[in-house]
């Protein structure tokens, strides 16, 4: 698995009909959307997944029926973190017969946690989990952020790589710079614009989820960072800057990210845009002001046009 935790993986959203009903002929057509797009590899149940928003059995029904869909063309990680060790290592079990080949887990979420309860909590699950695990550094979501020596005792405790979306840069470099020389431990981004420079510095790639939206375009951009083609790097990463405006900021809501993706996504036809509670998703207004940004986009830049075409080869 070490080796194959590089380039784009998306954290793909969970396609909804309702609380408690997959859309899987949309999970279907993401999947094969993602796939065609050159993805290498799919995220499952991750923040932007909301897999804290869905029921236990909705899980583990999309865990099951994203592994079926996937059927071993790329590497399959799953979110497995949770208030409580069982809820995690039921989930981890469910991943492990599912198919999938690797576990993602941060600190537990709502109560407050310290540097060394956290790597206490992973002394005492690692030796139960089924598959290899990442770590997940989500400060916002999590209170806790992830100091360079817990993830340096993770990594002693069998954590394979780490996933950062703290958004915090020096910390981002200092990861970078503590494991450059550990070539079995990946680095990966979760903060779209730090893609680069986690190619360029020793990283491993992106967890990203505009790779939702647009895979080809985050494929192709790790793959200039790679070339070291800074000119290509420049021009997808002012087309990035560009989506940030245009798609992720329709909504003043907190929950916007999650809430534009998915609208995204129903825009361009591959799945239901439900948003699972306690989110709502966009009103009207807003759903027509997506197809306007999106036309707009797709006009604006040639790269956009032909991936969004690409979807009619796509059943």
């Known amino acids: 698995m070490n080796s194959s935790l590089k380039g784009i993986i998306p954290p793909i959203v969970t396609p909804l009909i309702n609380e408690e009903e997959l859309d899987e002929s949309g999970l279907a057509r993401l999947i094969e959307y993602l796939i065609s797009g050159g993805v290498h590899g799919i995220f499952l149940l991750g923040t932007t997944g909301e897999a804290t928003s ?51 887990i941060s600190s537990p979420y709502y109560l407050p946690i310290s540097q060394n309860e ?40 069998g954590a394979i790589g780490i996933k950062d979306s703290s958004g ?9 710079d503590e494991f450059k020389n550990e070539t079995d431990f990946a680095v990966i981004c979760g903060t779209e614009l730090f893609l ?17 939206i647009f ?60 948003v699972a509670q306690p989110f709502s998703g966009f009103e009207e207004a807003q759903k027509q002001q997506m197809q306007v940004n999106i036309k707009e986009l797709a006009e604006m830049y040639p790269e956009l046009n032909e991936e969004i075409s690409m979807l009619n080869s796509i059943t």
């Open 54 to 104: 869905l029921s236990y059995s909705l899980r583990r029904e999309f865990v099951e029926k994203a592994c079926a869909f996937i059927n071993k063309r790329v590497p399959v990680m799953v979110g497995v973190t949770d208030t409580s060790a069982a809820g995690l290592l039921e989930m981890a079990h469910v991943s492990k017969s599912a198919g999938a080949d690797a576990l993602v």
């Open 118 to 157: 956290f790597v206490d909590f992973l002394k005492n699950i690692s030796p139960k989990l089924p598959l290899p695990f990442l770590l997940y550094n989500m400060p916002s979501c999590t209170k806790m952020h992830m100091s360079v020596e817990t993830v340096r005792q993770a990594k002693e405790l």
């Open 168 to 176: 915090d840069l020096a910390y981002f470099y200092t990861l970078l």
């Open 196 to 212: 680069p420079e986690s190619v360029n510095f020793g990283g491993s790639g992106g967890i990203t989820g505009g790779a939702n």
């Open 215 to 274: 895979p080809r375009l985050f494929v192709d951009m790790y793959k200039a960072s790679l070339d070291g083609d800074l000119n290509k790097v420049a021009r997808l990463r002012d087309i990035v800057i560009q989506i940030e405006k245009k798609i992720y900021n329709i909504s003043a809501d907190s929950s916007r990210y999650i809430e534009s993706i998915k609208c995204a996504l129903s825009v361009l036809g591959i799945c239901s845009g439900y």
